[in-house]
């Protein structure tokens, strides 16, 4: 039982890498598709889900809630697909960052030379080396902006990884043996015990926002859950103590009806006439 996240550059033979590991571990994968019918389920439609979709948004999409709306359900869809398979290969989509520190969970970065790239885009998109050259320069800077905008982090930083693989010379099957061999090394029963917990906690965590913020429309600013320890914090700004105790006591009702004994304790800051643009 693990979790493994596989970021990639373009023509690293990522989505390739991931069906091979997928099917030597029997685990089940979650690639593009299967996230984004998950997210159309919510009603996020598909000129939305490509305008952030690994990209990092321009300025008027940054404002938007939309973004907010597809970061939200997009952390649904995947925390919905793990909970469920319990063992997954999860590809992209800022899955590393999203599933960090979370125990059980590998993430591994696949990099390939420059000169292998250009030979693998050109031969896929057909075209010369400068358009081979744009294509690749365009997919880092919208992979990078992305995990930058969503998650504050570098995309590329070798530390926020526990592998990364060089795809050069290396079938994708390969690549997947050598995945494995970590993971078997790695994942003990203790560690697969720890993992269970935690995405149970981030899931009950992720529901509470959700009610607060979609079913209750409640207007708490920058609002966050963590769910750890058999306690509930919340963070986040609101412009009254009248909505503070909003917050609670809407938390206190979903969790006795989702029948969980924990603590509810908020941090919510309170700023009068605090307003933000939609």
Not at 67 to 83: C, F, I, P, Q, W
Not at 163 to 172: A, E
Not at 181 to 197: A, C, N
Not at 202 to 219: C, N, R, S
């Amino acid at each position: 039982m693990a979790i493994i996240t596989i970021s990639r550059e373009l023509a690293a033979l990522g989505d390739e890498t991931a069906c091979e590991l997928a099917k030597l571990l029997d685990y089940k994968l979650v690639d593009r598709d299967i996230l984004e019918k998950k997210i159309k389920i919510f009603g996020i439609e598909d000129k939305n889900f490509k305008k952030y979709d690994e990209r990092k948004p321009g300025f008027w999409a940054s404002l938007s809630q939309d973004r907010d709306n597809y970061l939200h359900y997009l952390k649904t869809a995947m925390l919905s697909e793990v909970g469920a398979a319990k063992s997954a290969v999860i590809v992209g989509r800022g899955a590393s960052a999203i599933l960090k520190n979370v125990p059980g969970v590998l993430s591994v970065f696949l990099v390939v030379p420059i000169e292998v790239r250009i030979e693998r885009v050109k031969s896929y998109f057909h075209c010369n080396e400068k358009r081979a050259r744009q294509i690749i320069e365009k997919s880092d800077s919208d992979r990078s902006g992305f995990y930058h905008y969503f998650f504050d982090t570098e995309w590329r930083n070798p530390e926020n990884y526990h592998l990364t693989v060089n795809t050069g010379h290396l079938h994708p099957a390969v690549c997947a043996e050598i995945i494995k061999r970590l993971r078997d090394y790695f994942i003990t029963e203790k560690i697969e015990e720890r993992q269970v917990i935690r995405i149970k906690e981030l899931t009950l965590a992720h529901k509470i926002k959700h009610h607060i913020l979609y079913d209750k429309e409640l207007p708490v600013h920058f609002l966050e859950v963590s769910v750890s320890e058999n306690k509930i914090t919340l963070y986040g700004v609101a412009n009254s103590q009248v909505l503070v105790d909003a917050t609670v006591s809407t938390t206190t009702e979903f969790i006795i009806q989702e029948k969980v004994v924990l603590s509810v304790r908020s941090e919510i800051q309170v700023i009068q006439e605090y307003s933000i643009v939609p």
